[in-house]
């Protein structure tokens, strides 16, 4: 079992509203494509499609507050800066970036059967 942590969650989330970015999202696992082929053990194989089904799951059954979801989507779906997803959301990009950060742990917590804690509890930040 992999462990889904902060940097593999940011490269998978625009899988979720783009079917298509998964064509773009390399397995670090395999080797280039130039290299020579050897024998492959299936014990080892990709394990990137069950990332993008558990991709999926995560985004639908974490626990994110609208403010996150709205965030993540504008971030990750359609690729805007912190700045201007915090405009559209009525918010600084600060705050913006904040409602990501919480998104991403949330969602990393649920694909690993964890309950999430915020080191930003004590924070008054609009969420």
């Known amino acids: 079992m992999t ?5 593999l969650v940011e490269h998978l989330l ?3 509203w783009d079917a298509e970015a998964a064509y ?19 014990k080892s194989a990709t394990t990137l499609f069950a990332h993008l ?16 979801r709205q ?3 504008l971030r990750y779906g359609a690729d805007l800066p ?10 600084t990009g600060r705050a913006a970036r904040y ?4 998104g991403v742990g949330k969602i ?10 915020d080191g930003y509890e004590e924070l008054k930040i609009a969420a």
């Open 24 to 42: 773009g999202i390399r397995n670090p696992q395999t080797p280039d494509a130039d290299m020579p082929k050897a024998a492959t053990d299936p």
């Open 99 to 102: 409602r990501c950060e919480r």
């Open 82 to 91: 912190d700045d201007e997803s915090g405009a559209l959301q009525g918010v």
């Open 108 to 117: 990393a917590a649920q694909l690993n059967g964890r309950e999430y804690t």
């Open 53 to 68: 089904a558990d991709i999926r799951r995560g985004w639908a059954t974490a626990p994110l507050s609208l403010g996150e």
């Open 14 to 16: 625009p899988a979720v």
């Open 3 to 7: 462990a889904y942590d902060r940097r």
């Open 71 to 73: 965030a993540l989507v």
